[in-house]
């Protein structure tokens, strides 16, 4: 009986110790962001959704590459990303610039946005391709 009670400890904390909840954190959807993070949102969408056509049977593949320098956003000024790795596993991503900084262990999904020293970060993979209607972005004040 004992050792049932101890096992059963043991899973409620490796369950509780293991997951986390992000819904403490401060989060706001797309239509509440500050007007020049959305304006810059929806070019980035415009420009990677809509292809040059040069007549209607020939698209330009350029207009797809993929380059990940749209990472991060700063329209604060003076704001880098940097991701460290181990061999091929990421294992932090630092954004920083001369006096502050956000490190996180976790996987980031793109694009980051920094405006007015708040890190505006999206909780769904793939939206510059999907479309930032629905999207809730995580907001972080960096210190």
């Given at each position: 009986?004992?050792?049932?009670?101890?096992k059963l400890l043991v899973l409620c904390i490796l369950f509780t110790a293991c997951s986390h909840?992000?819904?403490?954190?401060?989060?706001?959807?797309?239509?509440?962001?500050?007007q020049p993070v959305r304006d810059t949102l929806i070019s980035m969408h415009n420009l990677h959704t809509m292809p040059k056509i040069q007549n209607s049977a020939e698209i330009d593949l350029n207009d797809f590459s993929?380059?990940?320098?749209?990472?991060?956003?700063?329209?604060?000024?003076?704001?880098?990303?940097?991701y460290?790795?181990?061999?091929?596993?990421?294992i932090s991503t630092k954004i920083s610039n001369s006096s502050k900084q956000y490190v996180t262990k976790e996987h980031l999904?793109?694009?980051?946005?920094?405006?007015n020293d708040v890190l505006y970060i999206p909780k769904e993979y793939n939206l510059i391709v999907l479309g930032f209607e629905n999207a809730v972005f995580q907001v972080i004040e960096l210190k």
């Amino acid at each position: 009986m004992i050792m049932r009670s101890f096992k059963l400890l043991v899973l409620c904390i490796l369950f509780t110790a293991c997951s986390h909840n992000n819904s403490l954190l401060n989060s706001v959807v797309f239509n509440d962001l500050p007007q020049p993070v959305r304006d810059t949102l929806i070019s980035m969408h415009n420009l990677h959704t809509m292809p040059k056509i040069q007549n209607s049977a020939e698209i330009d593949l350029n207009d797809f590459s993929e380059d990940n320098s749209n990472d991060l956003i700063d329209l604060s000024g003076g704001y880098s990303i940097h991701y460290s790795f181990w061999h091929t596993w990421l294992i932090s991503t630092k954004i920083s610039n001369s006096s502050k900084q956000y490190v996180t262990k976790e996987h980031l999904p793109t694009p980051i946005v920094v405006y007015n020293d708040v890190l505006y970060i999206p909780k769904e993979y793939n939206l510059i391709v999907l479309g930032f209607e629905n999207a809730v972005f995580q907001v972080i004040e960096l210190k």
